[in-house]
């Protein structure tokens, strides 16, 4: 696991997927959560979110952002 600056421990593989960026696709965040994209978008079209966390929208594209994502993980949303 990996630690940012606001003392979040951010998984390895979220890390390695993340490579660096605030924000990952919503195929990334699927992956990430061993769903399937298209429930990660039906949670978000039904609920304005997948496992606690809310992505913002970027053109046609949702984007999830890493820290929510790893806080969830590891249980603090």
């Known amino acids: 696991m990996h ?3 606001n003392n979040v421990h951010v998984p390895a593989a979220l890390a390695a997927v993340a490579q ?3 924000h990952i696709t919503t195929d990334e965040f699927a992956r990430a ?3 399937a994209p298209q429930t990660v ?3 978000h079209c039904l609920k304005g979110e997948c496992c ?3 992505p913002i929208k970027r ?3 949702l984007l999830w952002p890493v820290m ?9 949303a």
Do not use: Q, S, Y
């Open 20 to 22: 660096g960026r605030d």
């Open 41 to 43: 978008r039906k949670n």
């Open 3 to 5: 630690m940012n600056a």
């Open 59 to 61: 053109g046609k594209f």
């Open 68 to 76: 929510a994502t790893a806080e969830a993980m590891v249980g603090g």
């Open 52 to 54: 606690g966390v809310r």
């Open 33 to 35: 959560w061993c769903l």
